[in-house]
């Protein structure tokens, strides 16, 4: 399968997995209402990017991404680490109980 022809300038996808997109936009649609402000974000990134488990070669980005993602919301009480881990937690078992084809939707949790 080829890829499809990047615009003039780009030499590579900027995601190269769906999930990234995602994460992107949630950020951006929760900046657009309000939830923090661009500083606030650009903050808790920052300091996601430089601990000391972070990849030094950028390769984990949007893994620090997703990570800054949780702690902002868990710290304006949002959403917390247990929350977050409990939807992913059903996502995935949603995810093994759809069969192949199927969307996946959280009502196929079997937890649920």
Do not use: C
């Not at 890829?3 to 590579?12: H, M």
């Not at 800054?68 to 059903?90: I, M, P, T």
Request: charged content about 30%.
């Amino acid at each position: 399968m080829s890829r499809p022809e990047l615009p003039a300038g780009i030499d590579e996808p900027v995601f190269s997995e769906p999930w990234q997109a995602e994460a992107f936009a949630m950020v951006v649609a929760l900046h657009e209402r309000g939830v923090f402000s661009w500083a606030e974000w650009a903050e808790r990134l920052s300091a996601e990017v430089k601990r000391p488990e972070a990849a030094a070669d950028g390769s984990d980005y949007y893994e620090r991404w997703v990570a800054a993602l949780e702690r902002l919301l868990a710290e304006k009480g949002l959403a917390g680490h247990d929350e977050v881990d409990a939807v992913a937690a059903a996502w995935e078992r949603a995810a093994h109980a759809t069969p192949h084809g199927r969307p996946i939707l959280l009502e196929n949790d079997p937890l649920a």
